[in-house]
């Protein structure tokens, strides 16, 4: 068991969860002014963006738009907290993936094309990644024989390789972003996902998809656990760094693809690769390959 | 004393819906019937309760077949009367098939009892699993039953509807109460014969044509039933439940009874290959539905395949392709109930789905499975018999069972609509028993990467289709001021929070259901491996906080969300173009293509279950 003061690290690296996402797409934000060759927004941006709008009054459509909204801030911002905790990664990702679900119903609850658009293009997204994440998350468990973020073994990444892999266009996915940004799809969608949210509801959606994404940071840092603090914090903060630089790169690099063509590579090359070596794993423990 | 008092009480549960079912076809007028429906409903619901607080207590009881020779006779009369009856329809209804079906499960039962059957075991086993399944078939198929007075109004014929009802509570509990093979399949076909008649209720063409489909398919189930009753009297010389030896002192052929008994468990559940009937069973009125897909009937098959999960450790391929079976109509159901318009028909699917995750539960045959079977159990009959109700209402005022009709059923019914949100969360939604059992399953697969990967692909469907329904009947406009009076029928009102009130205790007693009822079950064969603890449930492997992330979210609710202002209320927006839309959604596959797939699904899964019953043939013939 930890000691309280590490549980209190945690609680309060669960607090900054907001300014770190809030820092890594400005990040992304920056990076990619970079490679189109603007000068591009501070990295704060996406943090003051988020103040702002947090700031602001705003307004609804109807009750069950706050209530869905809220509910899914609730459940992401739990499901971050049990996985900062070092409790059940399961438990954190079902939670999450119950989140999203309700900010589908957050997006449906409104008499609007636009809105519900978007919701049926984040069903497609959740089909595409729920399956993949949690096979990630069950080979976790599989692999160190526990569930606990806690318990998990170290460099996992060494005996489920593919597993990482896959979490890179799961991320891309997630992220919102090309070839897989089909959820925004800027162009044809005239204005974006959160349509129908303005204010501080904006600011509140926007909250929850934040804990969301540190969700699966989080799930991918599970992968690279190494003993000694600062060793592993330097590690997991490269990890972070290459995958904000890599999907940067893609999301300038290539154009968007429709979300059949997503959905069937996620649920056939991503979900492929983990199952593979998930069954590797298996035949290894086994006995059957030495 | 104590004895006695059992006695009574299993009586009150198997024979007080028949006396009430007698009394209905003699009153014929619904008033009266509304009354002898309800005082049976108390009984019934009282009944199951203190049986069950006794179980709990003082541990299983069983009550020895010496002294019940009389009703062994009586049972073995009417399971002949009842073989004729059958004969009669299927000659009735020109199905041949039906007709080949009861005789065979005639001439299987004649055989039997001229060959004699040995009569020294329990009778009856009143066990944890037993007062559980009683508990939902008692509490919740009596809420159904009153739901019915109302709903029925609408249709004929009141005196015979509610006979069957009642009379098919009383089956079931016999059912789950029996030892004694030849009981349970007395009791089995007699659940057969109920559905048949409560399908077929209207008469019109299409619920008889179902209502002979149905009787098809589950009199199959029986014919394996009764086979497997035959083969196990003749390789284990017994037809107790609890005499039949364990898996690992079973050989090669000892294994075909539990697979003929698989085979009727997968009719009776409904399993693909032999969907076919739950789904045309639509036809019904709503309560039949509700009945059948949450009280009773599919709950059967699952109920043999828990009680014979013992029996089925270290059968190898046997118990593989049963977790086979299961999962794979899982996933495949849950992917038809997304493309599917008709509320019923997503609640048809999404109930095949559900079962299918019970069955490979039994399959599984751990610890860790066999109590997350036992749990989905639960929680899936409280909110199936939640939401059908719900679509019944819903039907009685609009007229539709379409899911494009309800869009803003929350602005015109909120007390449904909030049925409605109450039940789907009880499937998706921390922190009630679905969501545990999902958590508490996917541990268990972790060490079986195929069964994995189609559970997480199903479920991922499952969300989908839930939000797809639930977004319709939640999309709404600019908010009232004050929510239009509901006008829901006080009968309507009153049934359908019982369940969800059900529903909720069940939630917060999960420490009490586990403890009680759930491991002492499990404990039987494995280790218990689920357990509640001060802040949620753990496992060896794992924990679901779920105390604490109530409590997380209500801190979240009063510290973050309540202090605010309400915000302004605004018009939709949808980027200045006003609000004459419309709005649809997404099918993603069409009739054809959901034909095509259930074709090679049932294919499949025919050749699947063909292994499954002669893999120990050919092992034996191979050793």
Redesign the interface.
Known sequence: MSSSFEQIALLALWAAVPLLVGVLLGLDRVLTARLQGRQGPSVLQSLRDLTKLLHK????????Q?M?A?GA???Q??AA??LIMG?????AF??S??G??LM??A??????????LR??RE?VQ??AT??VV??I???L??AS????GSDMDEMLVLTLPLAAASMVPVLLIRLEKSPYDIATAHSEI??GPY??F????LGITKLAHWFELAVMFGILLLLFRLPDPALDLAVKAMVVLAVVVMTAVIDNTTARLTRWRMLRFS?TFC?GAV?LN??VL?LVNTGVIQ | MDELILDLLVAFLIVAPVVGALVCLYLRKLPAIGKAVGAVSVLMAISALALLSIVVTAGPIVRDAYGLETISVGITILDLILMLAFLYISWKAKSALAGVFAGLQLVVLTAMEVGGVSEHGAAMNVDQLSVMMAFITSVIGSIICVFAVRYMTHYEDHGRFFAVMLLFLGAMNGAVFSNNLLWLFFFWEVTTLCSYLLIGHTGTKDARRSAVTAAEYTLGGGLALAVGILLCHSLFGTVFIDQIPEGAALGRLAFLPLALMAVAAFTKSAQIPFQKWLLGAMVAPTPVSALLHSATMVNLGVYLLLRLAPKLQGSGALSTIVALVGVISFVITAVLAMTQSNAKRVLAYSTISNLGLIVACAGLGTSLALTAAMLLLVFHAISKALLFMSVGVIKERTGSEEIDAM??L?DSMPLVSAMVLVGVSMM???PFGM?AS??LL??A???H?LI??LL??G???T??Y???W???I??????RDRLQRDGTPRTYAATLMATATVGILATVLMGPLLDGLINPYVSRVFEPALQMGEWGLFTT?????MVA?VV??AL??IVV?LP?RA?????????GEG?D??????YYWTEAKVAKITWTANMLMALLIIVMVFSPLIQEVAA
Not at chain 1, 87 to 91: F, G, I, N
Not at chain 2, 541 to 545: I, R, T, V
Request: hydrophobic share 50%; with cysteine; net charge positive.
């Open positions: 009054k705003g307004s609804y459509v109807n009750g069950s706050a869905f809220y801030l609730v459940l911002a739990s907290l049990v409790s059940d990664v399961l438990t079902l939670l993936g119950v999203c679900f589908v119903m997006a449906l609850s409104v008499r609007s094309p636009y809105s519900h919701a049926q069903l959740m089909m729920e399956p949690m096979m998350v069950l080979s468990g599989y024989g526990s569930f606990l005239v204005s349509v129908e303005s204010g501080r509801g649920l979900l199952m998930m069954i298996y | 869009e803003g929350r998706v939604m921390p969501f999902k958590w996917s541990e697969v972790a060490s990467p994995a990967l997480v692909l479920f991922g469907a969300l989908v839930y939000a797809k639930l977004g319709r939640f999309t709404g406009g600019i908010r492997m794992g924990l679901f906080p992330l997380l979210a979240l609710v969300i605010r915000p302004q209320v605004r018009e939709v927006y949808t980027c609000s839309v419309q709005v649809g959604t997404f």
